[in-house]
């Protein structure tokens, strides 16, 4: 049955049809206020599903879509999902309040913009909130071709294009596999329902085909969540609109990778692979990232690789998380803190990247500049700005009294205790889990304080700054300060997201031990002096430090391998890609007819042959064979001598006539073979056939000059030869076998009777199949009048000859 | 005789579609002229021959040969000439524009615009 909540899902495509129409009648208005109201009645409409989700509740609604596949719209709202939606939602709201200050309603295209923001918000609802994973593969690729979109808005810079393409190709080659792994689970489970294939997840566990999935699954996750080495894509992502980096490559897009991780987590984290491989890409995707990002000059690239670092940190901990699943009770788990964290750090990175992203829109708009080694000393003039930046970034540091410090605490946490798991040899290289983890938070400190002090402190340079800088207006600000807000109310708040959102979600990532208890998580700033705190304390001394002596780490850059190598991995890739189909499209693709028959008739000869003898069809059966007459054998003779002279001749005069030799004794044929009406009809085609080459001759010899040359042709002649021994044989196999009696009898029966014809043929074709007749009277219409246009017509300005 | 009939098609399978694999245009069309032949034989060949009166129920025979493939047969011939006559044309006035009978004068190119 189709519900509001089906309805909720397909809202923003409904919205989408409608944004062209607003922008083209109310051009007054900014398009962008139409907008806002989809994400703020969506937004209010999920919160209300917070009661229903809450412990491990769950609301499913069915609409048939597909029935005789077995493709249902299952829209299914647990914990994870409506974290998703929330975020979706909200966010989505913000960012479109955001943008109708960003973005200039007579500069810009406001129709292309919010038609496609709209479709990337239903497919995101669609994407989290589906129980079918064909569904879910769908709207995961509508993800990507309206960030696609979104990154080419402004489609007339190159680097756009090329930003565009690469993430689209990344993702969709990730979403391919994703397919596949799809297939391969649905092929082993018999269902493409999540709830049934988590049900039958100890059927999966035992086939050959769980690595690969798993493999295929992890695949499709990473390069959506732009892990190592597939973030290459996120930092060119960046030359979308600032409100699209917030909204798409920061708070939700990007996610949808961990979305289907936290979601597969049930079915996959018995193996030792899922453990290592998340928790190993994301660590090392956290260090890459971050390490990458204190070489940015660019404020977005700072961002993007901040982004990339901490997709990292959250997978890496939910593959940390994946160890609980191996204990049967939330008891003495500790483990599942790690999923806590995980979920609490999602929420709060949504939070301050998205004030970061705008705080740098803001910036960009009001001074023309992104280059930090252009800005500084901005505090002064944008001071609201100013405490966006702090606020958001010593949140993303890992600073107190903001949420980034209990998420990385959280983080800290569950890193020192995974060092101590007893399984998948732990215990030998795990200790490297915290230090790694460590080392990358002294990085993302650094890179922290670089886009606060860079772009605020210091000297102002107005003569490098393209526009005089200002405060931006009130309401580019506006979005950011509530995200902020919300960055410090979550900080001194955080039990309150608890019981709603984050311990659902861990229901749905971790269904059998919700079953056990409560997950009894409590996050708080104080926990003594634990490990966590020190290492806090060592981030914030030793980033200090670097960050003072940054100028002089330079150098390091130059030996540092840059993500030049995977760049152009990619683009060496694509140019070898580009030059072999071009190689390999102008080797068969000669655009020589010949060549085309040539493969057309090699690919029906194989087919058939292997068909005739591939199924035993081939029989002769001479039995019932009438005898030759003295009078066929005659013709059969004319038959071949005239072929023989058509396929040789090199005069013109002679291939006519044979033509029409070969032509009257296929009429003769007709009439031995009782069949009267062709005789007539092929006698008269024959004769006017000859008259129109004779005519075509006499008019226009020079054409057939070219007669003059022939060459023997091998290839062409053993290939016509095998088609003709084909068709000789499929003719033996036919006239030897009947499968099952003729239709014909039912014409001979009611020919008179039905019609009151006694000629069978012509009944047949004026009235049984009379609409055979009438489109063949088209067809010779349509011929008649090319013809006569071919010889009539005199375009201006064509030939004069 | 379906033996003789069935190789006769086959050949003329093959010459036409050997003049359909040269080059010049006027083997082309008189090719397709042959394979249409060719398949008109077959297809008469593969209902069976002479089983009984030609289809016209006014001789009152007690057989009948099949009808259908016959009107088939009679929808293909006059289809396969419009097709020949158009060609032919086609041909003729390609001649006359370009210059060129033979395809691989044709050939273009990608960059052609």
């Not at chain 1, 909720?8 to 409608?18: D, R, S, W």
């Amino acid at each position: 049955m189709f519900t509001i909540l089906h309805l909720a899902i397909i809202a923003p495509f409904l919205a989408a049809v409608l944004v062209p129409l607003l922008y083209k009648f109310i051009p007054r208005i900014h398009t962008g206020w139409f907008v806002l109201i989809v994400p703020i009645i969506l937004f209010s409409y999920f919160l209300s599903y917070l009661p229903d989700v809450s412990g491990t509740g769950s609301v499913m609604k069915t609409f048939e879509w597909i029935p005789s596949l077995g493709v249902n719209y299952i829209a299914y709202v647990d914990g994870l999902g409506l974290l998703f939606a929330l975020l979706i939602t909200g966010i989505g709201a913000l960012v479109v309040l955001y943008s109708i200050y960003y973005l200039d309603k007579h500069k810009e295209q406001l129709n292309n913009f919010y038609t496609y923001l709209l479709l990337f918000m239903g497919a995101m609802l669609g994407l989290t909130l589906s129980d079918n994973l064909i569904v879910l593969y769908t709207f995961w690729e509508i993800t990507s071709i309206s960030s696609f979109l979104l990154i080419s808005y402004w489609y007339t810079k190159e680097k756009s294009r090329y930003g565009a393409l690469k993430s689209l190709l990344i993702t969709v080659m990730g979403g391919f596999a994703l397919l596949v792994g799809f297939v391969l689970i649905a092929s082993v489970t018999g269902t493409y329902s999540i709830r049934g294939i988590l049900d039958a997840s100890d059927q999966l566990a035992d086939s050959p085909l769980f690595l690969p999935a798993m493999l295929l699954i992890l695949l499709g996750a990473f390069t959506k969540s732009a892990q190592f080495p597939f973030h290459i894509w996120l930092p060119d992502a960046m030359e979308a609109p600032t409100p699209v980096s917030a909204y798409l490559h920061s708070a939700t897009m990007v996610k949808a990778g961990i979305y289907l991780v936290a979601r597969m987590t049930p079915l996959f984290a018995v193996s030792a692979y899922w453990f290592w491989l998340v928790t190993g890409f994301g660590l090392l995707t956290l260090i890459w990232g971050s390490l990458s990002a204190i070489r940015q000059t660019d404020l977005k690239g700072i961002l993007a690789y901040s982004t990339v670092s901490q997709l990292g940190m959250i997978l890496s901990m939910l593959g940390a998380g994946a160890a609980a699943l191996h204990y049967d009770s939330v008891d003495n788990n500790a483990y599942t803190m790690a999923v806590a964290a995980a979920i609490f750090h999602l929420i709060n990175h949504a939070t301050y990247k998205g004030s970061l992203f705008m705080m740098v829109g803001a910036i960009d708009h009001e001074t023309g500049t992104r280059d930090i080694r252009r800005l500084g000393g901005l505090m002064t003039l944008m001071p609201i700005s100013f405490t966006i930046a702090v606020i958001g970034s010593f949140s993303m540091a890992g600073l107190p009294p903001f949420n980034g410090f209990l998420s990385k605490e959280m983080f800290f946490m569950s890193m020192v205790e995974i060092a101590h798991f007893p399984q998948y040899s732990v215990d030998s290289i795990g200790i490297l889990l915290p230090i790694v983890a460590w080392t990358a938070s002294v990085f993302t400190f650094v890179y922290c304080m670089m886009l606060v002090f860079r772009t605020f402190t210091g000297k102002i340079q107005k003569e490098k700054l393209p526009t005089k800088p200002h405060e931006a207006p009130f309401g580019m600000l506006l979005s950011p300060l509530i995200l902020v807000a919300l960055v410090v109310f979550i900080g001194f708040f955080p039990n309150t997201l608890v019981p709603t959102i984050i311990e659902p979600a861990m229901a749905s990532i971790m269904p059998e031990l919700a079953q056990t208890g409560s997950f009894g998580v409590d996050i708080y700033f104080w926990h003594g002096f634990t490990p966590e705190l020190f290492m806090t304390v060592g981030v914030v001394l030793l980033g200090t430090a670097i960050f003072l002596a940054l100028q002089k780490w330079n150098k390091m850059h130059a030996v540092f391998p840059e993500n030049r190598l995977f760049n152009q991995a990619y683009n060496r890739s694509l140019e070898g890609l580009d030059r072999s189909s071009h190689a390999l499209m102008s080797w068969h693709m000669t655009g020589l007819v010949r060549d085309y028959f040539i493969y057309i008739f090699s690919f029906t000869v194989v087919l058939l042959l292997f068909s005739l003898f591939g199924t035993g069809a081939f029989t002769i059966d001479v039995e019932n064979m009438v005898p030759v007459s003295p009078y066929e054998a005659v013709l059969s003779l004319v038959l071949v001598g005239s072929s023989l002279i058509l396929m040789f001749t090199r005069s013109r005069l002679k291939a006519v006539i044979a033509l029409g030799v070969l032509g009257y004794t296929v009429a003769l044929f007709f009439v031995l073979f009782r069949a009267p009406d062709l005789a007539l009809t092929q006698l008269t085609i024959e004769t006017v056939s000859v008259t129109l080459f004779l005519l075509c001759f006499y008019h226009f010899p020079q054409i057939f000059d070219a007669l003059k040359e022939t060459k023997f042709h091998a290839v062409n002649f053993v290939i016509s030869v095998t088609v003709g021994l084909t068709v000789t044989l499929i003719g033996l196999s036919a006239s030897g076998t009947r499968l099952f009696p003729a239709i014909s009898d039912y014409f001979l029966e009611n020919s008179y009777k039905e019609a009151g014809g006694n000629n069978v043929v012509n009944v047949i074709l004026v009235d049984f199949r009379g609409f055979d007749t009438l489109l063949e009277i088209l067809v010779l219409g349509i011929a008649s009048l090319g013809v006569y246009s071919l010889i009539k017509l005199r375009l201006a300005g064509g030939e004069n000859k | 005789m379906e033996i003789i009939m069935s190789i006769l098609a086959g050949f003329l399978f093959t010459v036409g579609l050997y003049l359909i694999l040269t080059k010049n245009l006027i083997r082309i069309i008189i090719g397709s002229s042959v394979l249409s032949h060719g398949a008109h034989l077959l297809l008469l060949t593969m209902a069976g021959l002479k089983t009984g009166a030609p289809p016209l129920l006014g001789l009152e025979a007690d057989t009948y040969v099949d009808p259908l493939p016959q009107a088939l047969i009679l929808t293909a011939i006059v289809i396969s000439f419009g097709v020949t006559s158009f060609i032919l044309v086609l041909g003729y006035r390609t001649y006359k524009v370009t210059g060129a009978a033979e395809t691989d004068q044709l050939r273009g190119t990608d960059t052609d615009e």
